[in-house]
Each structure stands twice: as C-alpha cells, then as structure tokens.
C-alpha cells in the first residue's frame, strides 16, 4: 500500500510495534518487579531529552499515580557540565532515548550505576551506549525509522512506562485494558486520516492545551507542529494558562485542547467555554462532541483518562503529517533537523 509519507508509514505501523512489546518486554518487567521486592527504594529518576522528555513527563505523572513514588525529571547539565549531581541512592533510574546515544542521558545512568541505583533503559538500540550501561533495557521494538520526527518511537516508549507501572503496581485492570490498545490506535490511524486540514493552510503559530496526563500529550503535539510545518506551536496546562497566557488568545490564534473523559472533563469543558467567548478557532481532540458547536477529532472508543494519551498520540501525528503535507512541506526531512541530536 503507498503512502503519503515515511511518517505516514511509521504512524501506521505503530499496532505491530506495541503488540511487539506485548510479546516480548512482560519477563523483563516481572524481573524488575522480583528484584525490587527486596530493595528499599524512595524515588525514580528519568533523564530524556525531546519527544523522549515529553514522554518521559508521561511517565512521571503514571508512576506517582500507580506506584507512588516521588519521581523526577533530571537535569542533565548538573551531571554533564556543572559536575554537580544530586544523590541517586535508593533510586530507580530511567533512562529513555530512541537512539540510545544521547551522551548527556547516558552520563545520567552511569552516575546511577556508580550510586547503586537500578538502571533502566528504554531506547530502541539494543545495541547502544544506553542499552550497554543498563541493568535491564526495556526495547521498543519499533524497527528502524527514518522520518525525522519520531512517531512510532514515542508511543512505543510511552506503552512501555504504561506497562512498568501496571506490572510493578500489580495493576491488573490497567494490564488487561494495555491489550485492546494496538487494535484500538489502528482504528484511530483510519479515522484521523479523514481530518480536514486545509483550515490551518496559513497557520503560523498556535496554542496546545492539556491538562494531567495529557499536558505531556499537548508538549508532544507541539513539537511535531513546530518540527513539521515550522508552526511556532506552544503548549500550557490548563491551568497554567488561565494564570496569564490567556490574554494571548485573539482570533488569529487557533487553540488545541486535548479533552479526554475523566477527572479533567469538567474543568477542560469550563476551559473551552471561556475560549469561546474570545475566538471560535478552537480545535478539539476528544472522545464526543460537547455540543453542535464541537469542531474537531473525536475518537470512537472509550478509554480511562489515564490511557487517554495512547489514543490520542496517533490521532495529532496524522494531523501533523496531513497539515505537513498541505503546506507543501517534506515532514520526512525537516530543514536543519537530524535523526540523532547528541547533546551533553
């Protein structure tokens, strides 16, 4: 079948690279889990960079709400060039990179190691510095991809944090509804694919909203807009940006919000009425129309906020790749962008 795209291809490939996962990473995670039962840990610390921060930041909102460990976001140029890291004793350390050459996260894990830390990486070379300096290595098994913007990578890294926690949490609900996703993310590639674009032709910049989960969802659209369509595209939580970003809003400034069903629902819906009344450029990523006045994607099948994110990754890279493509952009080769950025 001929697509429009490498991304494309890859975003369509993404079922298989989670079924992959499914297959292949529970042993190593009940491993983890077997060797944690005898350690004292009080912490969990991730290091990422890019599309592998935001689902890094993912990850900390699923690991303090399942496992209830504190859990940070490291700062990697403590370790690289102020040499002046925090302790990691006691500590789960995470590392997550695609390629697995980023020498700045692998400086992170290696102080880990040094600290007695449990290392733990999640990358998509085996082969890698990453994957060498490890205790365990979650894969992603996304095979090789060639876009620039990664896609199939990111899901594959953020359904593995989904599948530490519901294993290491004894999460059996979560673990059973983890299964039906890859079917669920290939209806929502065919669905997504009939998003009419054509509205954003001349958008330059734009405004991404989410809220919990979903705030890392909204930082990820962002940069697939900005690495795609050189969209100067910025993401707020909700509640961040009521606190003075509001006053951004104007009629040439379209707004996505990322409206999921659960807890946020309430406050999301009280967001988007107060929006209306300044602009009606308002795109909404949901699971149901709010009212007649609705416009955007609305995803036909119903997940917990908490796996939201899942569903609605699939659904913002078509539309990124759609918009690319409409603009008379490559979302392939981005200008100036590389595959691997190495940085310390």
């Avoid at 990664?150 to 949490?169: D, G, P, Q």
Wanted: with cysteine; aromatic share 12%.
């Amino acid at each position: 079948m001929p697509y429009s795209t490498i991304m494309e291809k890859e975003i369509r490939e993404e079922p298989s690279v989670l079924d992959k996962i499914l297959e292949n990473n529970i042993p190593v995670l009940k491993r983890i889990k077997r060797y944690l039962e005898n350690r004292k840990i009080d912490g969990v610390y991730i290091s990422a960079r890019g599309t592998s921060d935001n689902a890094s930041t993912l990850g900390k909102y699923l690991i303090e709400s399942t496992l209830r460990y504190i859990t940070a976001l490291s700062a990697p140029s403590l370790f690289t060039i102020y040499r002046e890291p925090p302790s990691l004793k006691n500590k789960i350390v995470i590392g997550v990179s695609q390629s697995g050459k980023s020498e700045d996260v692998c400086e992170v894990i290696a102080w880990g190691k040094r600290e007695g830390a449990l290392c733990i990486g999640i990358t998509n070379n085996q082969d890698s510095l990453l994957a060498n300096l490890v205790d365990e290595i979650l894969p992603c098994w996304a095979g090789e991809e060639k876009s620039v913007p990664a896609t199939k990578t990111y899901l594959a890294e953020i359904f593995n944090l989904y599948l530490f926690c519901s294993i290491l949490a004894e999460r059996e609900d979560m673990f059973q509804s983890l299964k039906d996703i890859p079917s669920y993310i290939e209806g929502v590639i065919n669905e997504a694919s009939k998003i009419e674009v054509t509205r954003f032709h001349f958008m330059d910049r734009c405004i991404s909203i989410g809220r919990g989960f979903n705030y890392p969802t909204a930082m990820e659209f962002s940069l697939k807009l900005k690495e795609t369509s050189y969209i100067f595209a910025e993401a707020f939580s909700s509640a961040d940006f009521l606190h003075g970003p509001l006053a951004l809003v104007s009629h040439q400034l379209p707004i996505f919000i990322f409206l999921p069903l659960g807890p946020t629902y309430t406050h999301l819906k009280d967001v988007i009425n107060t929006l209306r009344e300044k602009t009606s450029d308002i795109f909404i990523f949901g699971f149901e129309e709010l009212d007649s006045k609705s416009y955007g994607f609305f995803i036909p099948y119903k997940v917990s906020e908490m796996l939201s994110p899942l569903l609605f990754a699939p659904a913002f890279q078509i539309f990124s790749n759609k918009l690319a493509l409409d603009k008379g952009f490559n979302p392939d080769h981005p200008r100036f962008l590389k595959k691997v950025t190495v940085t310390r």
